[in-house]
């Protein structure tokens, strides 16, 4: 059973909106992360936190945002989506300490018309 | 810097055959090193890890991978396998106490009947 969630699974919406995808876990895990992946490529880091109101951009450029209020909420937003943005969202989180593995969402598919 | 390289995009294989997915490394510090499988439209499901110690892991589902420092390598293997190992797979290597990871592009299991 999944510990870590994702909303929605699959989002098509038009250029120009504002999109937040969800993100909450159950574990009390202070790590928290986003990827992007598209079909057959490797996952890219597009965000990080450490723990509550502490965020950092990752490996990859993104025009998203995230926030983290509280430990098990750390929500992704799209300020305008565009074509460019559409691909799969996954995010995970770990324990604090050396080697943690992460834990993922279902993932959210985005498609931006 | 660190880097994760799966040579194999894709590996077709009869069912209740061995299977053999290959992973190399790049690392100028001590890593940690993880195998994740991903089911179509799922999000990511550790398979192992190794931090230290046997070189040898054993994971979920049948799987063991071994760590090989001098090569660099940490292959995945299955003596047997089935048509419900069709799947993506994931090598990932890890960054120190962020447990930030590095992914490699994945290999496609393709297990026919």
């Known amino acids: 059973e999944a510990d870590i969630y994702q909303t929605p699974r699959y989002l098509v919406i038009g250029t120009g909106k504002k999109i937040t995808l969800e993100c909450s876990q159950t574990m009390g895990h202070d790590k928290m992360y986003w990827y992007q992946q598209d079909p057959g490529m490797e996952l890219h880091l597009i965000h990080y936190?450490?723990?509550?109101?502490?965020?950092e951009k990752g490996d990859l450029s993104s025009e998203s945002t995230v926030s983290r209020i509280r430990t098990e909420h750390f929500p992704l937003t799209l300020e305008s989506a565009r074509p460019s943005h559409t691909s799969q969202y996954l995010c995970?989180?770990?324990?604090?300490?050396?080697?943690?593995?992460?834990?993922f969402g279902d993932g959210t598919r985005l498609s931006i018309l | 810097a660190q880097s994760v390289t799966q040579l194999d995009s894709q590996v077709p294989v009869f069912e209740e055959a061995p299977v053999e997915l290959r992973c190399n490394y790049s690392s100028s510090v001590s890593v940690y090193l993880f195998w994740y499988v991903q089911y179509p439209n799922q999000g990511l499901q550790l398979l192992l890890k190794y931090l230290s110690g046997s070189t040898l892991v054993k994971g979920i589902n049948g799987f063991e991978a071994e760590f090989n420092k001098s090569q660099t390598s940490f292959h995945l293997r299955k003596p047997s396998v089935h048509i419900s190992d069709t799947a993506e797979y994931f090598c990932?290597?890890?960054?120190?106490?962020?447990?930030?990871?590095?992914f490699g592009t994945g290999t496609l299991l393709a297990v026919q009947p």
């Open positions: 990932a290597v890890g960054r120190g106490a962020t447990n930030k990871l590095i």
């Open positions: 936190s450490y723990g509550v109101n502490s965020t």
């Open positions: 995970a989180s770990s324990n604090t300490g050396e080697a943690q593995p992460q834990h």
